[in-house]
């Protein structure tokens, strides 16, 4: 494997915050080096004073305070902080000292903003000026303050941290902090203690980790004078990388029924789209409702997050008064939402024009488009005399849409010309292009043979071939001479079919599979469309190929993920994934070097682990993982359980870049975890949705197998990891990743340090 110029991280988390302030202040000011008022606040009707931004943003200063060292800075309970060049303003509100934070023997540098949010602010300050459109920053970095060492201060809803991360050729013992400003700086029982005022301000300790929180390293404080400090770090690994926390967005999304987030869309903006059903009448309190006269059945429903995870942008909510099921969601460059499923509701809201406005038997398919802001554009039926299901769709570079899911009817709409006009089975597959524009079907056929064959997954080249996989019982479904195979392997088996540009032909089309159960639930084309599947075998006998990570079936039922060639004539790379319980991969996705991004579930507390996995051993019933496979098939570069004490399914994933991803999926666990920032932290009940955004960071020896795969000892029943909570008086900071060092400061006597314990979860 290939070893990245990827930060080792320590982490110093230092949060620098007094409580020791009761009663409502009237103004709100912000000094100057001077120590002349700047009064920064809003004014309403009763010409009184209010502090608006207590610890939710950092705020540029283009002028409106007239200190200009000041570049950017933040209002909190207890008083402000400012951010310049080479140092750091301490304003507390009990006093009118200044404290100043230098980065003694630090590089020249100054602020800048990260991570904007969308606030703006406006000051009309009379004679001082009017400073307009004033950004806001969730986060301020410097870099290199000093070789080889970030650092990062960001707003988190439990307050403000601040990390130092050093990068490899660091030396965390360039780290100096001088204190100016305070009565007194001293280390007492390793708490760093400055008084202010007759006011002790304490951190609290240093907690110092590798290894994922496993690995405890000796560390303590250290008087380097009377008014400086820094940190003695005891051995650590330093060739071994070292994690910054892999979760960097975690969020609960759900009611107080089940809710399911099951197809995931990334905008150019990095806004997040997430689309799944819902049986919560209290889902979320917001959003554009169409007909939830019967919210104990399942609705659609489609939610937009800004890009940072913590917005809700807009949620919809579509159904009729009989359950209403989810297939697809994707998007396009101006944030339109796309969303196929199927509906048992006669009253499912179509709009005026729709294709079909009366729903035909059974189930019907429904296509939809939502605008940017979530308003419902078009919605029609699709469908025939029979049952029909669409599952998954894929949008081409013309703004076509392709659809397939299954069809009883042979009243199924087709085209002529097509590759197929009639129904050939009990159940059959279809495959629908309609232009998203003018909502006009381009061609519409059925694919299958005399039993069950249904479309699971679609996805589409740039020339226009359309790619279909699904699952078949049919010893006649139409194959290709010169597929990989032709022969149906017995009970259910996947198949792979390629379709031409206007639907009349396959150009391949292949069997792939055992003797048993082989079903897939993914696929996926690379740049030079060679088609992924992923999903679960039963099947001793599932085509695996020599040198694959795995090829022997590890347990009842086991993910799958295969890589078959251009043409369809070979398997470029077919390989086991699991433990020995069960196991199965619900979506997959590439990065630019073909390494395949997967997640789904396990009940297996063996699956293949990373030896110092984030998260290395099985909370509940069943955990969510997320897994790294080399672009050859023969590794796991990373593989990881994600979830909580009950039932955690990942369902869809989508590569972004840098090795991250958003995994969304299904959770009953209360103890999910979730992060500082997410847009709800609380678990509502049955089955909750999660959104998360994962990293897999880290230059790691890969995961080989031979049999039998790898097992895995768990650690102690749980991990017990520092968290912050706010007490009357009391905050207390801690900062979880790499190397950690975690530290709170505290005012006075009032000192309370709460430990919560993270457990993990996951799908279907």
Request: glycine share 10%; proline share 4%; hydrophobic share 35%.
């Given at each position: 494997m290939r070893y990245k110029k990827i930060f080792y991280s320590i982490f110093y988390s230092i949060l620098i915050v007094s409580v020791c302030f009761f009663g409502i202040k009237s103004i709100s000011n912000i000094t100057n080096s001077k120590n002349n008022a700047n009064e920064i606040s809003i004014i309403d009707k009763n010409n009184n004073y209010y502090d608006k931004y207590m610890s939710s943003t950092i705020i540029e200063n283009i002028g409106q305070l007239s200190n200009e060292e000041i570049l950017f800075y933040c209002s909190l309970s207890y008083g402000k902080i400012a951010f310049c060049k080479n140092k750091i303003l301490l304003y507390l509100d009990n006093s009118k000292e200044v404290i100043t934070l230098f980065f003694v023997n630090s590089n020249p540098i100054e602020p800048v903003g990260n991570n904007p949010q969308t606030t703006r602010s406006n000051y009309y300050l009379g004679s001082r000026g009017t400073f307009t459109d004033i950004k806001h920053y969730d986060c301020i970095l410097y870099t290199e303050i000093w070789t080889g060492i970030n650092l990062q201060?960001?707003?988190?809803?439990?307050?403000?941290?601040?990390?130092?991360?050093?990068?490899?050729?660091?030396?965390?013992?360039?780290?100096?902090?001088?204190?100016?400003?305070?009565?007194?700086?001293?280390?007492?029982?390793?708490?760093?203690?400055?008084?202010?005022?007759?006011?002790?301000?304490?951190?609290?300790?240093?907690?110092?980790?590798?290894?994922?929180?496993?690995?405890?390293?000796?560390?303590?404080?250290?008087?380097?004078?009377t008014n400086t400090y820094g940190f003695t770090i005891g051995k650590f690994q330093h060739d071994k990388h070292l994690i910054i926390d892999p979760i960097i967005y975690s969020t609960y999304v759900g009611g107080s029924s089940d809710d399911k987030a099951e197809s995931l869309a990334i905008s150019d903006a990095n806004n997040i789209f997430v689309a799944g059903e819902t049986e919560s009448d209290n889902f979320l309190d917001t959003g554009n409702n169409y007909n939830l006269s019967n919210m104990l059945q399942e609705d659609i429903f489609v939610i937009k997050l800004s890009s940072d995870g913590s917005t809700l942008?807009?949620?919809?909510?579509?159904?009729?008064?009989?359950?209403?099921?989810?297939?697809?969601?994707?998007?396009?460059?101006?944030?339109?939402?796309?969303?196929?499923?199927?509906?048992?509701?006669?009253?499912?809201?179509?709009?005026?024009?729709?294709?079909?406005?009366?729903?035909?038997?059974?189930?019907?398919?429904?296509?939809?488009?939502?605008?940017?802001?979530?308003?419902?554009?078009?919605?029609?039926?699709?469908?025939?005399?029979?049952?029909?299901?669409?599952?998954?769709?894929?949008?081409?570079?013309?703004?076509?849409?392709?659809?397939?899911?299954?069809?009883?009817?042979?009243?199924?709409?087709?085209?002529?010309g097509a590759f197929n006009t009639s129904n050939n089975g009990w159940v059959d597959c279809f495959v629908l292009k309609i232009s998203s524009i003018s909502a006009v079907i381009q061609y519409s056929t059925f694919i299958g043979g005399l039993q069950t064959d249904e479309g699971i997954d679609i996805a589409v080249d740039d020339l226009g071939y359309c790619y279909i996989v699904g699952n078949s019982n049919s010893d006649d479904?139409?194959?290709?001479?010169?597929?990989?195979?032709?022969?149906?392997?017995?009970?259910?088996?996947?198949?792979?079919?390629?379709?031409?540009?206007?639907?009349?032909?396959?150009?391949?089309?292949?069997?792939?599979?055992?003797?048993?159960?082989?079903?897939?639930?993914?696929?996926?084309?690379?740049?030079?469309?060679?088609?992924?599947?992923?999903?679960?075998?039963?099947?001793?006998?599932?085509?695996?190929?020599?040198?694959?990570?795995?090829?022997?079936?590890?347990?009842?039922?086991?993910?799958?993920?295969?890589?078959?060639?251009?043409?369809?004539?070979?398997?470029?790379?077919?390989?086991?994934?699991?433990?020995?319980?069960?196991?199965?991969?619900?979506?997959?996705?590439?990065?630019?070097?073909?390494?395949?991004?997967?997640?789904?579930?396990?009940?297996?507390?063996?699956?293949?682990?990373?030896?110092?996995?984030?998260?290395?051993?099985?909370?509940?019933?069943?955990?969510?993982?997320?897994?790294?496979?080399?672009?050859?098939?023969?590794?796991?570069?990373?593989?990881?359980?994600?979830?909580?004490i009950y039932i955690d399914h990942g369902l869809a994933l989508k590569y972004i870049s840098d090795d991250s991803c958003y995994i969304v999926g299904f959770t009953s666990s209360l103890d999910f975890p979730t992060t500082d920032d997410a847009y709800n932290k609380t678990y509502g009940g049955f089955y909750d949705c999660f959104i998360m955004k994962y990293s897999f960071t880290g230059d790691y020896s890969p995961i080989t197998?031979?049999?039998?795969?790898?097992?895995?000892?768990?650690?102690?029943?749980?991990?017990?990891?520092?968290?912050?909570?706010?007490?009357?008086?009391?905050?207390?900071?801690?900062?979880?990743?790499?190397?950690?060092?975690?530290?709170?400061?505290?005012?006075?006597?009032?000192?309370?340090?709460?430990?919560?314990?993270?457990?993990?979860?996951?799908?279907?």
């Open positions: 201060y960001k707003i988190t809803s439990k307050g403000l941290k601040y990390d130092f991360i050093v990068a490899p050729g660091g030396n965390p013992n360039d780290i100096k902090i001088q204190f100016i400003g305070q009565d007194s700086l001293d280390i007492m029982d390793n708490k760093l203690v400055f008084n202010l005022a007759g006011i002790n301000y304490i951190d609290e300790g240093l907690l110092v980790y590798q290894d994922n929180f496993q690995t405890k390293i000796e560390a303590k404080f250290s008087l380097i004078d942008l807009y949620s919809t909510f579509i159904g009729g008064s009989n359950p209403d099921y989810l297939g697809e969601i994707v998007i396009d460059s101006n944030e339109n939402a796309y969303v196929v499923g199927y509906t048992g509701s006669n009253d499912f809201p179509v709009t005026s024009g729709a294709m079909n406005d009366t729903k035909q038997a059974g189930n019907d398919g429904f296509y939809l488009k939502l605008s940017s802001t979530g308003t419902l554009d078009y919605c029609t039926y699709f469908g025939g005399d029979g049952n029909d299901k669409a599952h998954s769709l894929v949008m081409d570079s013309s703004s076509n849409l392709y659809i397939t899911g299954l069809t009883s009817s042979s009243s199924f709409p087709t085209t002529e479904f139409p194959t290709i001479l010169g597929a990989y195979d032709t022969t149906y392997g017995g009970y259910m088996d996947v198949f792979i079919s390629k379709l031409s540009i206007d639907g009349s032909t396959l150009v391949y089309s292949t069997y792939l599979g055992g003797n048993i159960d082989d079903e897939p639930y993914a696929l996926i084309l690379d740049d030079d469309n060679n088609a992924y599947v992923a999903g679960y075998t039963k099947s001793g006998d599932f085509p695996t190929t020599i040198g694959a990570y795995d090829t022997v079936i590890n347990g009842g039922k086991d993910a799958f993920v295969s890589k078959i060639s251009t043409d369809g004539s070979s398997l470029s790379y077919s390989t086991f994934i699991g433990g020995f319980l069960y196991d199965e991969i619900n979506d997959i996705d590439l990065d630019e070097e073909k390494n395949a991004y997967l997640t789904g579930w396990t009940f297996s507390d063996n699956f293949p682990l990373r030896d110092d996995a984030e998260y290395n051993y099985i909370k509940g019933e069943t955990d969510a993982f997320a897994v790294k496979l080399s672009a050859d098939g023969t590794s796991l570069i990373n593989s990881t359980y994600l979830g909580g197998t031979t049999p039998p795969p790898v097992t895995v000892t768990p650690p102690p029943e749980t991990i017990t990891i520092p968290e912050t909570i706010t007490q009357n008086n009391t905050i207390t900071v801690t900062v979880e990743t790499g190397i950690i060092f975690t530290s709170v400061i505290i005012a006075s006597s009032i000192v309370s340090t709460v430990l919560v314990v993270l457990l993990r979860k996951r799908r279907k």
